[in-house]
Nanobody
Framework: QVQLVESGGGLVQAGGSLRLTCAASGINLDIYDTHWFRQTPGQERELVATLNNVETTYYAESVKGPFTIFRNKEKNMVNLQMTCLKPEDTGVYYC?????????WGQGTQVTVSS
């Protein structure tokens, strides 16, 4: 059974940092494209960052610079390091992995940035 489990969310003041973790079981994230999305109430999920299977990264314009997506191969994880957080970064962050026509979502982790 495939599972993606996000962790690392929480409440942080503006300017602070958080590291989100997407831990996978049942699949090898090395061969998957893994994305972090975020969603706020009433809004569609927004793509924040991508790390693909050849280590190419993509970032939404709003997070370029402060956010970094990277892989922990030993632990089969993909992390999102978020710095210089702003209140507009608040939302539920979801991990999504896809490859070979298959795709999986995690349950999400809440990030709240207070002003």
């Amino acid at each position: 059974q495939v599972q993606l489990v996000e962790s690392g969310g929480g409440l942080v003041q503006a300017g602070g940092s958080l590291r989100l973790t997407c831990a996978a079981s049942g699949i090898n994230l090395d061969i998957y494209d893994t994305h972090w999305f975020r969603q706020t109430p009433g809004q569609e999920r927004e793509l924040v960052a991508t790390l693909n299977n050849v280590e190419t990264t993509y970032y939404a314009e709003s997070v370029k610079g402060p956010f970094t997506i990277f892989r922990n191969k030993e632990k089969n994880m993909v992390n999102l390091q978020m710095t210089c957080l702003k209140p507009e970064d608040t939302g539920v962050y979801y991990c999504h992995s896809s490859a070979y026509g298959k795709f999986y979502w995690g349950q999400g982790t809440q990030v709240t940035v207070s002003s």
